[in-house]
């Protein structure tokens, strides 16, 4: 099927999508950046659902209600800060992406939306977080049909050129 895997430049609060991935902190009491955006739209309710998780390891993801966003579920997860790229980090970022994708399928989540995780306050550089994001992600659709649409929500032009380039040099685009 075409166009299993866009990226597109959005505020991921407005997508209608089962489930929208939120770049965490280990609380999953709430932020800046999407975590801050994502919190404000969905209102106070998702808050007190966040309170009761006790909180997210570095790389684990949560699910919870999405509240007043479009989406039905909000997925929690917690990328790695950045320290130079020797103490784990792609790794914990793999993980990310892989734990949230095992949650929207135990979810039967159809579709879902990430953002760059860890590229904004974490300073993850993002031509390498695209790069680990899209790899994650190609590799398991190959095998669960029940996939239907990954979106890498991107909030700069230049992040949504990064992940184009990076899609475009895939063979497997049209997976
Ligand atoms: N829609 C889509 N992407 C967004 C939005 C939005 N509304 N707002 C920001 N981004 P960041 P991190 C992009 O900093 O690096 C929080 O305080 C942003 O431009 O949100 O994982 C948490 O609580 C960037 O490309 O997440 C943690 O403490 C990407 O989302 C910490 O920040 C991720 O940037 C997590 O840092």
Known sequence: MKNRI?????????LEVDAIVNAANQSLLGGG???GAIHEAAGPDLLDEC???NGCDIGDAKITAAYDLPAKYVIHTVGPMWDGGDFGEGFLLESCYKNALDLMLQYKCKT???PSISTGMYCYPIE?????????VIERLKDTPEIEQVI???FSD?????????MSCNEFLTL
């Open 6 to 14: 866009i990226a597109i430049k959005a505020n991921i609060t407005t």
């Open 128 to 136: 390498d977080a695209a790069t680990i994001a899209f790899a994650t």
């Open 112 to 114: 879902i939306a990430f």
């Open 33 to 35: 950046g999407v975590d």
């Open 152 to 154: 890498f929500c991107c």
């Open 158 to 166: 230049y992040d949504l050129d990064v992940y184009n380039e990076i």
């Open 51 to 53: 309170e009761k998780l």
